[in-house]
C-alpha cells in the first residue's frame, strides 16, 4: 500500500533555531495531511495539501507540497519551545477516507 | 462539543482477558476509525468505518474486532488480550470521503501482563 517516509525520527533543535522536514512518498499522492502531537497528548491536525507545489501558512510554520506530489515540507521558522511535539504527515490516496501515516518526527527544543 | 471521547482512559489487564474500548463522537461524523500507538511505529490503523453499517479491516486488525453500533459510537474489543496489545488507542473521526481532517480522541493506554 501508499507509505510515506518520515526520516529522521528525532530532532533536537535550539529555540530560536529554523526547522525543515519532510515527507516522502515513492508514488505520486492525491492529498497530504499534517498533525502535531503533543507529549502525553492526541495528533491534531494542521493542515491539508492538496494541489502541486501549493504553500500554506500558519504563522510561524509553512506546509509546502512538491510539484510532482510526491514529498511535503514542514519548516518552522525560529522555534519556540511550544513547538515541541511529533509531526506526523498522512496520505489520504486511499478509497475510504482512509489515512496511511508516517512514522512522524518528534521535535525537541532547549530553551 | 465533546468532540470525540473515549473509555477508559487507563486498563491493566491480565492475557487471556477481554475488553471492549468504547468511542463516541458529537459532530455528526460518517467516518470513526480506531488506531494503535506504538513507540517509533507511528499511528497504524486498526478498522475503520467508512459509515454507518460498515466497517473494514486496517493494516493491523489480528486479535481486535469492531462495533458500530451507531452514527456516534464505535467499539474496539478485545477477545483474548496478549502483551503484544499493550498500546496507546486512539478513536477518530471524519467527516467522511475525500479531503477530510480526522479529530482524534485523549487516547486509551492498556497495559496487558
Known amino acids: 500500500g501508499q507509505q510515506v517516509m518520515q526520516i529522521p525520527q528525532y530532532q533536537h533543535v535550539q529555540e530560536g533555531e529554523d526547522f525543515t522536514t519532510y515527507c516522502n512518498s515513492s508514488?505520486?499522492?492525491?492529498?497530504i495531511q499534517w498533525y502535531k502531537q503533543r507529549p502525553g497528548g492526541h495528533p491534531v491536525f494542521l493542515i491539508q495539501l492538496v494541489k502541486s507545489g501549493e504553500v500554506k501558512k500558519q504563522k510561524r510554520l509553512t506546509f509546502q507540497f512538491g510539484e510532482a506530489k510526491k514529498n511535503s515540507s514542514l519548516h518552522i521558522t525560529a522555534t519556540q519551545t511550544t513547538d515541541v511535539g511529533t509531526y506526523f504527515c498522512a496520505d489520504h490516496t486511499g478509497a475510504n477516507s482512509k489515512l496511511t501515516f508516517g512514522k512522524g518526527i518528534t521535535l525537541s527544543v532547549r530553551p | 462539543n465533546a468532540g470525540v471521547t473515549q473509555t477508559p482512559k487507563f486498563q491493566v489487564l491480565k492475557t487471556g482477558q477481554s475488553m471492549t474500548l468504547q468511542c463516541a463522537q458529537d459532530m455528526n461524523h460518517n467516518s470513526m476509525y480506531w488506531y494503535r500507538q506504538d513507540p517509533g511505529m507511528g499511528l497504524r490503523l486498526i478498522y475503520y468505518?467508512?459509515?454507518?453499517?460498515?466497517?473494514d479491516k486496517g493494516e493491523v486488525p489480528n486479535g481486535y474486532n469492531v462495533s458500530r453500533l451507531n452514527k456516534r459510537e464505535f467499539s474496539l474489543r478485545l477477545e483474548s488480550a496478549a502483551p503484544s496489545q499493550t498500546s496507546v488507542y486512539f478513536c477518530?473521526?471524519?467527516?467522511?470521503?475525500?479531503?477530510?481532517?480526522?479529530?482524534f480522541g485523549p487516547g486509551t493506554r492498556l497495559t496487558v501482563l
Open positions: 477518530a473521526s471524519s467527516k467522511g470521503g475525500s479531503y477530510n481532517e480526522q479529530f
Open positions: 468505518s467508512a459509515s454507518e453499517g460498515t466497517t
Open positions: 508514488t505520486t499522492l492525491s492529498n
